[in-house]
């Protein structure tokens, strides 16, 4: 009887172990698929996994969300914004200067009030859909300046050149508190950059090199598994 006990206490343990790694690796594909293919750093999308498994991981909601920019012209201000954006922010529960961003976005997604400025936008004069179809925001420090105030610093890629960026980040819960417990969170980002260092120095004459950019983003929390 005692053999018999200890025969099921061990097959139930090692069906617990299967199930907790299929788990696992049925989460990983789901987290880390934007991101594959050399893109990012194992040990980059390691953090953002380890997070997701203590619900530390707040993915990005599209649906509310929006990647926005700005630039001044001879004749108006042009204004655009782009609405496929996937990633994810992982936090520490503690107050530590310590966190992981991941986003990419789908060039194609741009949109402005014009259809005509669209194309150009769109076009090999300066984001080039065709041939960078993404870009791709990979986060290499986060400090609070105070409780829902910090700086982002990270790496942008964009039409292929990857330049370091810091933004300015506003992080809270949706109704402007500090984040503690909330299962979603609100993160406004804003930086400027300066377009020809992205190999986008067309109509020079026309359009300033500033770019203003300006991020609204919703983020959920994300448990693995679930």
Known sequence: MKSRN????????????????ATAVA??????????DGKVKQSVLAVMLEAAKIGNLYRIQPATSE???CIDSKFQQIKGSFKDIKGGIALESS??????????????????????????????????????????????????KSETKGVLKGDLTLRGVTKPVTFNVVLSDVKGNKV??????????????????????????MVSDTVKLCMSVQAKSHIAGR
């Open 6 to 21: 200890l025969i099921i206490r061990l097959l139930l343990t090692t069906l617990l172990l299967v199930s907790g790694i």
């Open 180 to 205: 503690g417990n909330s299962d979603t969170i609100l993160v406004k980002i804003t930086t400027s950059i300066k377009r020809a260092d992205f190999g986008m120095d067309a109509m020079t004459l």
């Open 95 to 144: 107050a530590n200067n310590n966190g992981q961003a991941l986003l990419t976005i789908k060039t194609a997604s741009v949109s402005t009030s014009s259809s005509l400025v669209e194309n150009v936008i769109k076009s090999d004069a300066f984001f080039d859909i065709e041939n960078y179809p993404e870009i791709l925001f990979i986060s290499t420090g986060f400090e609070w």
């Open 67 to 69: 990647v926005g920019f």
């Open 27 to 36: 989460a990983e594909p789901e987290l880390c698929t934007p991101f594959r």
